[in-house]
């Protein structure tokens, strides 16, 4: 399928003559002008260390995007399939000597793709159903953590397993459910009335929580220690009820127009907020990019880069505002996992290791190719799945052996390690960075006689 001449009078026009872009927001060919192919990012690719495809690395993927530009190939599967293979972890532009923005490219490229090219049939029914349906909605994703929390406590889940029912899923949706976190009540709903989480003592600053989708269904945990370190160190915390979806699922899958509606509704959720904190990687490296999905609509590029300016993942809002360092040991052996869209994405590596090793008791073991990507990339493990098991089954030989805990810092990677342990027979326990340091300020508490 490729993209037929009666489109371009349906097209809305392009700023720039693009070749076969026949839509606006077409890709930025300042991104690749500097792209001159030497090859210093294919060590780093995922995909093209799988393969060993030029098409499947990152400057085969540029190339591949300039050439629709310049008219030389259509849109169609055949250039719609390596621009979607690709993880979008962004290691490539960390290796390249020129910082060839590759993964904005590819998001721009998507979203020429699904228009030109819109899933259709089941693919297409499931996708409308979550990124339109269900991630916007707050209400229906609490719905749908509150059956999957039934499902885990009525005992359905246990009868699933024991007769073996969940085999008659595909073989890496069943293994996604033998992995799931114990669902437990969204933050957002807890608070949905508290105003503000006053710091425990003196107020130094406020700050506003990004919830998120799914961190808040699955992962409300990991809220609620955020939430319990930031008041610890002083902060009040705000949770703006009408945020939504960060839309990092929606631009990855080329939907770039919900993405910007989602993006607007941050934006004005936010914008009484001095500082907005993410625990999420993917998140948020999506936030910090919203400027991006406004490239042609001034007035709210500028809104949205001063959005992306109050942004702040946890671990470096710690480090940078000087938190208290816990006195209780947590006597364990840890290594650490580097986030795609936490260090290639957002250029943080050092803080989370550095709360991390002043946690005393905490020995740390080094992880060779600790930013190599583990296969999650948001939902790339269900839509990709024999791809994103390869670079899973890759990412686990580097996982050391002989350490208790894998700290990191974004749910979805979670979610693929605690595959990884599983399927590979490992008993380590997969946990966010913040989880490690409320732990030992709990502890600590509970030394001292604290309530």
């Not at 947590?330 to 250029?347: E, S, W």
């Not at 979670?414 to 342990?421: D, H, K, R, S, Y």
């Amino acid at each position: 399928m490729s993209v037929r001449e009666s489109d371009l009078k349906q097209a809305p026009a392009c700023t720039t003559n693009l070749g076969n872009y026949l839509w606006s927001d077409p890709p930025d060919e300042s991104k690749w002008a500097d792209c001159v192919h030497c090859g210093m990012c294919l060590e780093s690719c995922p995909t093209y260390e799988q393969t060993g495809q030029e098409q499947h690395s990152p400057r085969g993927r540029v190339h591949l995007i300039k050439s629709v530009a310049e008219g030389k190939l259509e849109v169609n599967e055949a250039f719609a399939d390596p621009v979607f293979a690709c993880l979008d972890c962004r290691a490539c532009t960390t290796a390249c000597p020129a910082d060839v923005d590759v993964g904005g490219l590819i998001e721009e490229a998507r979203g020429q793709i699904r228009q030109a090219m819109p899933l259709t049939g089941w693919k297409g029914m499931v996708s409308k159903f979550f990124l339109e349906g269900v991630f916007p909605h707050p209400e229906r994703l609490h719905l749908l953590g509150s059956l999957l929390k039934f499902y885990q406590k009525s005992g359905l889940q246990k009868v699933a397993r024991k007769t073996r029912l969940i085999h008659i899923m595909p073989e890496h949706l069943a293994e996604m459910e033998a992995i799931l976190p114990e669902v437990k009540q969204p933050v957002r709903k807890k608070y949905k009335h508290a105003g503000v989480i006053k710091a425990k003592g003196e107020t130094k600053r406020t700050v506003a929580l990004l919830t998120g989708c799914v961190m808040d269904v699955m992962f409300s945990d990991i809220n609620e220690a955020t939430i319990n370190v930031l008041t610890r160190n002083g902060n009040d915390v705000v949770i703006p009820q009408k945020q939504t979806c960060c839309g990092a699922l929606h631009v990855h899958a080329g939907d770039r127009e919900t993405g910007r509606k989602l993006a607007k509704q941050n934006i004005e959720a936010f914008k009484d907020a001095e500082k907005v904190i993410v625990n999420a990687a993917g998140c948020g490296c999506m936030l910090k990019e919203y400027p991006e999905l406004f490239r042609e609509d001034p007035e709210w590029r500028e809104k949205a880069e001063q959005f992306a300016a109050k942004v702040e993942d946890i671990s470096k809002y710690l480090h940078d505002t000087g938190y208290e360092k816990p006195k209780a040991e947590i006597k364990t052996r840890i290594t650490y996992h580097d986030a795609c869209h936490l260090a290639h994405g957002q250029g943080i590596r050092q803080e989370p290791r550095d709360i991390l090793l002043n946690i005393p008791g905490v020995e740390m073991v080094h992880m060779p190719n600790a930013d190599r990507c583990c296969g999650s990339a948001g939902i790339y493990n269900i839509t990709n799945p024999e791809m994103a098991g390869a670079v899973l089954k890759s990412k686990m030989e580097y996982v050391p052996e002989d350490v208790e805990i894998i700290s990191m810092g974004n749910p979805g990677c979670m979610l693929q390690m605690a595959m990884g342990v599983l399927k590979y027979g490992r008993n380590q326990k997969v946990v966010h960075t913040v989880q490690l340091l409320d732990w030992a300020y709990q502890k600590e508490d509970r030394l001292k006689g604290v309530e």
